[in-house]
């Protein structure tokens, strides 16, 4: 059974979305899809720099099996990614939720609500 | 719902994630595919191989009905038990599977592929019809494969004393019968080890003990990993009915001599290989980082291009690796395209590990 903290917000693309006390929003994706995925060995991240929509292509994870894109939770600038998970992919699968991809600074925080909370995701999942 | 092994309980209660293989419920991991194909490059481990289809031929022509379906001979087995492996070819050259033959006391074993049981009965009925030969298919049994460098040892604990016995005599691709198990050293993973064909009511027992000794249950997808580090091609992704044995890495499993044996084939495969120039089937290693998938676009030097059949992560190397068929000629670097970008690869062998060890 995949865990789904509740302090984090889930888009229905498997990433999650944490809202720091300094207003940054970090990223990465979701114990269900590091599950659904199987080992990861590859880990694709987006510039610094480079400011994505929501719903953008933001980056890409590799498993052994497949290759799935990761995309932006929410609008804004990307202020820092992490450099360790591409150097270490397999922390994706032993520790999916302190595996962050990448920091954005949101451009507009209200789209945070837009997101699913943790017992809509689990529920959108096991549906 | 799929048809399912002997083993689908036992798979389950090991925490099995199951996925679709042409029809048939098969277990894909047990929580790792990489950890378990470490475990089998370093030690052993068990699959459920059932799915496989396995033919017996029986009859008087049974020898010269082989003759004529496969493009190898099996007039080269030479001692019981003793195994080849095969294409068998549609009368254009294509290959329409590949086997494993073994001689047996009654005639010949063939194992051929899950996903290609049907179309292989009805060709091998097609050609038996000019010959005294009974086709049996044994869908009594089920398949364990035990692979890696501790296989044997490790079975053997597990077995009364003639089969362990003749665990301990068996030559690499041989299969013997003893107390009504077919036991073949035998496998595609590039590791020795065992195939055991076992009445499939007794499937459950067998694989317990071994589960239970500490051979950890492999799935598919550690299986496929394993079989691309070796270099076996796999039907559906490497080989099918619009590539040669010639353009498939397979030039020496056709045996051309002796010159009158009029296998399936032989005359498209001789004007092939007299016009030269085919595509060849080779190895693909990526240095930078990434993953190589099948039917990526591979741009050669000579300026052409060819394509991806295999491609995924090697455990064993720690990059990516992929089999890939190409214009004849190229040299010994070529480009990959990933996502949009051109990514350097070296072309090599197509045998990339074996008996644990690099090649490359």
Not at chain 1, 110 to 115: G, I
Not at chain 2, 41 to 49: A, M
Not at chain 2, 100 to 113: C, D, E, K, Q, S
Not at chain 2, 151 to 173: C, G, K, Q
Request: hydrophobic fraction near 40%.
């Amino acid at each position: 059974m995949s865990e789904t903290p509740a302090d984090l917000r889930y888009a229905t693309s498997h990433e999650w979305a944490r809202l720091e006390a300094d207003g940054s929003v970090t990223v990465g994706i979701s114990d269900h899809a590091q599950e659904a995925l199987g080992d990861v060995v590859f880990v694709e991240l987006p510039e610094v720099g480079r400011t994505l929509s929501a719903g953008q292509e933001a980056g890409v994870v590799e498993s052994v099996k497949a290759a799935s894109d990761i995309y932006a939770p929410v609008s804004g600038e990307v202020l820092a990614v992490n450099e360790s998970i591409v150097d270490a992919p397999e922390s994706v699968n032993t520790d999916p939720y302190g595996s962050w991809f990448f920091k954005l600074k949101p451009s507009d925080e209200s789209e945070l609500s837009k997101l699913l909370d943790a017992a809509a995701y689990q529920a959108a999942n096991n549906g | 719902m799929g048809q399912r092994t002997a083993l689908y309980n036992q798979h389950l209660a090991l925490g099995a994630r199951m996925v679709d293989f042409n029809g048939w419920d098969m277990p894909l991991h047990y929580g790792s595919q990489v950890d378990e194909h470490h475990q089998v490059r370093n030690d052993c481990g068990v699959f459920d191989v059932s799915h496989m289809c396995v033919i017996d031929v029986h009859g008087a022509d049974a020898k010269v009905f082989l003759r004529r379906l496969l493009a190898n001979d099996v007039e080269r087995l030479d001692r019981p038990g003793r195994a080849l492996y095969s294409a068998m070819l549609n009368e254009h050259g294509y290959i329409i599977d590949d086997l494993i033959a073994y001689l047996m006391p009654f005639g010949y074993r063939l194992v051929v592929n899950a996903a290609t049981r049907e179309k292989d009965l009805a060709w091998m009925h097609s050609i038996a019809v000019d010959f005294q030969v009974e086709l049996r298919e044994r869908t009594d049994v089920a398949l364990l494969a035990i692979q890696g460098p501790s296989a044997r040892v490790r079975t053997i604990d597990l077995l009364d004393r003639s089969r362990a016995a003749l665990i301990t005599e068996l030559m690499p691709f041989q299969g013997l019968e003893e107390n009504g198990w077919f036991i073949a050293r035998m496998g595609y993973t590039g590791e020795d080890g065992l195939e055991i064909m076992l009445p499939a009511e007794q499937a459950a027992g067998f694989f317990g003990d071994l589960v239970g000794a500490g051979i950890g249950p492999v799935g598919l997808g550690a299986r496929d990993t394993l079989r691309l580090e070796a270099g076996f091609n796999l039907y559906g992704s490497d080989i099918n009915d619009e590539v040669t044995p010639l353009t498939a890495n397979m030039a020496s499993t056709v045996a051309w001599e002796p010159r009158e044996r009029d296998f399936v084939g032989r005359e498209a495969l001789a004007v092939q290989l007299a016009a030269g120039g085919w595509p060849q089937l080779v190895g693909l290693v990526l240095e930078d980082r990434g993953v190589l998938r099948p039917r990526q676009v591979v741009r050669v030097e000579c300026d052409g291009e060819g394509e991806i059949t295999s491609g995924s992560f090697s455990p064993t190397l720690g990059k990516s690796i992929a089999l890939a068929r190409i214009p004849a000629g190229a040299g010994e670097r070529a480009e990959v395209e990933i996502r949009g970008r051109w990514h350097p690869v070296r072309i090599v062998k197509p045998n990339f590990v074996r008996h644990g060890r690099p090649l490359i």
